[in-house]
C-alpha cells in the first residue's frame, strides 16, 4: 500500500468549477518546531489523532460575531480514501491488485478483514501481515456499501503491496466565518474541504483549528488566482471539528478564544440582504484582521448553497494589497446594515475582483443540520 507523498505538487485542493475557483488552501507540511507552512497541495498529518467533538444539540443563536480571522486546519478522514491506482511493479511484470478488485479513486475503506481502518499506517500493517492472503475490504462509494476481496502481491523489493494511493488527513489554512457564543459554535470557510485528487468531500472523524499567520500573498490576476501563504502552529488548538459540509466546516471552541472588542450581530435573512454596498472582514497581513468595501452585485434563487450572491471588490487597499479575492479569503465575512449577510466562498478565474458568496443563514442552519 503506497502513501500519499507529503511534497506531491497539484491544484489547489477545493479544486475548480464552472470558472470559479473556491477559496481554500491545503498545505504540504514542512514541520519545524511544531509550525507549518502553507502552500497548494495535500498532507498527510504526522500529528496525533484527537477525540471527535460532540455534535451540537443545542440551537445555534440568530446573533453570532463575525470573525474574519484566518486559521490552520486539520482534518483527519472517517476511513481512508483512495485517492489513485497504479500498478505493483513484481519480478514477473506489472499487476493491478486495487484496481482488478474493483476499488476506484473516491472509494472510502472503511474496515478490512471486520476491523475498522482510518489510517494510512493500519493498511500497511493489515497488508503486510497477511503476505499476499486475500483481504475482505468494506468501502463507501457515494451512498453504497461494497465488500471486496483482494490480495496484496509482493513487488520486486519484496514489499507486498495492493497498487493503491491512499489519503487520511489534510491541513490548510482558512477564514473563520463566525461564532456563537451562547453555544460555542463556528463556522469557516463556507464550503467544504474536499479531496484535491477525487474531489470528494472528506469524510470527517475528528479535526481541529489553530492560530495562524498570515505571510505572504500572490496577488490574483485574470486567468490566475492568487493566494494567502501562512503559518500556523500545529501543537495549540483553538477548537475542535465537528462537521465538514458541503456548506462549510464547523466546531465549537471557547468564547475567551476569541477574543474581546468585537459584538454579536444579527444573521440576515434571505429577504434582508439586497444588492448594494457591503464590507467584508479578511485576514491578508499577520494576524490581523480588516474590513474592506465590497459590492454585493447580484442575488441568486435558491439552488447551489455556496453560490447565494455575486460580489465586487472596490477597495482600493485590499485591490492594491490582493488584486481583489484570493485562495485563502474563503469563510470571509460579509456585512450589511450592521448585520452578518454571507461568506466569500470563491472567485471568478478570469476576474478577481469579482466572486460567489454563500448566504450567512445557510452555514447557520447546516450548523445545526437544519439544511441539507
Same mark, same amino acid.
Given at each position: ?16 468549477? @464552472? ?9 504540504? +507540511? ?16 504526522? %500529528? ?8 451540537? *444539540? ?8 463575525? +470573525? ?31 484496481? &482488478?478488485?474493483? /476499488? ?8 478490512? #478483514? ?6 494510512? !499506517? ?14 475482505? =475490504? ?34 490548510? =489554512? ?5 461564532? &456563537? ?11 467544504? =474541504? #474536499? &479531496? ?30 492568487? !493566494? ?9 488548538? /483553538?477548537?475542535? +471539528? ?28 434571505? &429577504? *434582508? ?16 484582521? !480588516?474590513?474592506?468595501?465590497? #459590492? ?20 482600493? %487597499?485590499? /485591490? *492594491?494589497?490582493?488584486?481583489? =479575492? ?16 454571507? @461568506? ?14 454563500? /448566504? ?13
Amino acid at each position: 500500500m503506497e502513501q500519499e507523498p507529503k511534497q506531491k505538487q497539484g491544484p489547489g485542493v477545493f479544486g475548480l468549477a @464552472a470558472g470559479a475557483a473556491a477559496l481554500g488552501l491545503i498545505l504540504s +507540511l514542512a514541520l519545524a518546531g511544531g509550525r507549518a507552512r502553507a502552500a497548494l497541495a495535500p498532507a498527510v498529518l504526522d %500529528a496525533p489523532r484527537q477525540a471527535p467533538a460532540q455534535a451540537v *444539540e443545542a440551537a445555534v443563536s440568530r446573533k453570532v460575531i463575525p +470573525l474574519g480571522k484566518a486559521v490552520g486546519i486539520k482534518l483527519f478522514s472517517d476511513g481512508v480514501l483512495v485517492v489513485g491506482l497504479s500498478p505493483v511493479e513484481t519480478e514477473a511484470g506489472s499487476s493491478y491488485p486495487g484496481r &482488478d478488485c474493483g /476499488l476506484k479513486a473516491g472509494d472510502v475503506i472503511t474496515h478490512i #478483514n471486520g476491523g475498522e481502518v482510518d489510517t494510512i !499506517e493500519e493498511v500497511q500493517a493489515l497488508v503486510a501481515q497477511q503476505e499476499g492472503e486475500p483481504l475482505t =475490504i468494506q468501502a463507501v462509494r457515494g451512498q453504497r456499501q461494497l465488500q471486496l476481496t483482494v490480495a496484496a502481491v509482493e513487488n520486486s523489493q519484496g514489499v507486498y503491496q495492493l497498487g493503491v494511493w491512499l489519503r487520511d488527513s489534510m491541513a490548510g =489554512i482558512g477564514t473563520m466565518t463566525f461564532y &456563537d457564543p451562547s453555544s460555542g459554535v463556528f463556522g469557516a470557510l463556507g464550503h467544504g =474541504i #474536499n &479531496d484535491v485528487d477525487t474531489a470528494m468531500l472528506m469524510p470527517l472523524e475528528s479535526g481541529s483549528i489553530m492560530p495562524a499567520t498570515v505571510d505572504q500573498v500572490k496577488k490574483g490576476a485574470s486567468g490566475q488566482p492568487g !493566494e494567502l501563504h501562512g503559518q500556523f502552529d500545529l501543537t495549540r488548538d /483553538l477548537g475542535t +471539528l465537528y462537521a465538514n459540509t458541503n456548506l462549510g466546516i464547523f466546531g465549537q471552541m471557547p468564547r475567551e478564544t476569541v477574543g474581546g472588542g468585537v459584538e454579536p450581530v444579527e444573521v440576515a435573512a434571505r &429577504d *434582508e440582504v439586497e444588492t448594494g454596498p457591503a464590507t467584508i472582514l479578511s485576514n491578508i497581513r499577520g494576524d490581523e484582521v !480588516e474590513e474592506f468595501h465590497i #459590492n454585493i452585485t447580484h442575488l441568486y434563487p435558491e439552488g447551489d448553497g455556496t453560490r447565494s450572491m455575486m460580489i465586487e471588490v472596490d477597495d482600493p %487597499a485590499l /485591490l *492594491e494589497a490582493t488584486g481583489g =479575492i484570493v485562495q485563502g479569503m474563503s469563510g470571509s465575512p460579509i456585512l450589511q446594515n450592521g448585520r452578518l449577510v454571507g @461568506a466569500v466562498t470563491h472567485v471568478l478565474v478570469n476576474d478577481p475582483t469579482r466572486g460567489y458568496a454563500i /448566504l450567512a443563514e445557510n452555514m447557520l442552519k447546516q450548523a445545526t443540520g437544519k439544511l441539507g
